[in-house]
């Protein structure tokens, strides 16, 4: 069966938070296989069979929304300085001397770098709050956290249509083969998931 796919991204490209090239070759590959592609618009209404754009009126049969991270309730309410709506840490993870937080409650940032707020980060960073946690009950130095995924530099894989995906590492972009990225993809997602099925 056969859809008519439009995506509205109110930025002036798809994929604003990664360089300009990934942009342009995810485009291409959406514009392939038919995908309408609408930037530098914003979304104002959805109406039944239609969505409202400060463009005119896009009819559909069906919605789905993708509005990015925001902070969760418990994280609004909380009351700890917080930068952009999520909780402030130092390097060490640390909101002051008995909390920490991390993961998409926290907003990291060290040496000009803000991590992504992805699950790889999240995971490093729960790994490097255990450790210092035991180090405070050693009375040890804690050590700093180093960022390995930034918005700058992201480590992301970026799935696409009829199982392809493409690699973002760093500066580097993998855009080939894209089936057996996305194979690896979903391997590296079911690890993920099934270390913390246990």
């Known amino acids: 069966e056969e859809f008519d796919v439009t995506l509205i991204e109110r930025m002036n490209r798809i994929l604003p938070m990664f360089d300009p090239k990934v942009s342009d070759f995810v485009k291409e590959i ?39 991270l925001k ?17 402030a840490v130092d390097e060490y993870l ?9 993961g998409d409650n926290s907003f990291v940032k060290i ?4 991590a992504t707020k992805t699950a790889l980060e999240a995971e490093l960073q729960a790994k490097h709050v255990a450790d210092n946690i035991k180090r405070l009950l050693n009375n ?11 918005l ?32 690896i993809k979903k391997y590296i997602v079911r690890r993920f998931i099934d270390k913390y099925k246990k």
């Open 30 to 68: 959406l514009e392939k296989e038919g995908v309408k592609l609408q930037t530098s618009c914003t979304v104002t209404e959805v109406e039944e069979g239609c969505v409202v754009t400060d463009k005119g009126k896009i009819e559909c049969d069906m919605v789905i929304w993708c509005a990015g």
């Open 71 to 87: 902070p969760s309730d418990f994280v609004s309410k909380v009351n700890l300085p917080k930068i952009n709506g999520w909780i």
């Open 94 to 102: 640390r909101v002051n001397h008995n909390i920490f937080a991390i």
């Open 111 to 114: 040496n000009k770098k803000i």
């Open 140 to 150: 040890q130095k804690l050590k700093k956290y180093k960022i390995k995924s930034s």
């Open 152 to 183: 700058d530099e992201p480590i992301a894989f970026i799935p696409l249509a009829k199982g392809r995906a493409i690699l973002v590492y760093h500066k580097l972009v993998v855009t080939r083969p894209l089936a057996l990225l996305y194979r």
